[in-house]
């Protein structure tokens, strides 16, 4: 069963680090685009950073220059290295797979993961 796996979610202080991580498992042949969002409490969700099957990046400016994405396509595993973290970077952390092919040829639009919860103490 294809599922998206989380894992690096804590609670750190202000100005430390966080490295999270995301396996896109069950028979995944590949995805085209890898990423993270986020949702602060009371807030939308919004998007955090991406990543393309050729390694093209995008961020938010709120973390550019923090935050960094990265991926294995051969392990269908997407990372996201969080630095200097700030209190407003708090919320919950969810990876997202677009364009997914199953080794079956079963085709997904879109799949997100469960959510990971970062907190950030000042």
């Known amino acids: 069963q294809v599922q998206l796996v989380e894992s690096g979610g804590g609670l750190v202080q202000a100005g430390g680090s966080l490295r999270l991580s995301c396996v896109a498992s069950g028979g995944v042949f590949s995805v085209n685009t890898m990423g993270w969002y986020r949702q602060a409490p009371g807030q939308q969700r919004e998007l955090v950073a991406t990543?393309?099957?050729?390694?093209?990046?995008d961020y938010a400016d709120s973390v550019k220059g923090r935050f960094t994405i990265s991926r294995d396509n051969a392990k269908n595993t997407v990372y996201l290295q969080m630095n200097s973290l700030k209190p407003e970077d708090t919320g919950v952390y969810y990876c997202?797979?677009?364009?997914?092919?199953?080794?079956?040829?079963?085709?997904?639009?879109?799949?997100w993961g469960q959510g990971t919860l970062v907190t950030v103490s000042s």
């Open positions: 990543c393309t099957s050729g390694g093209r990046t």
């Open positions: 997202n797979a677009g364009g997914v092919v199953l080794i079956s040829f079963r085709r997904y639009p879109d799949l």
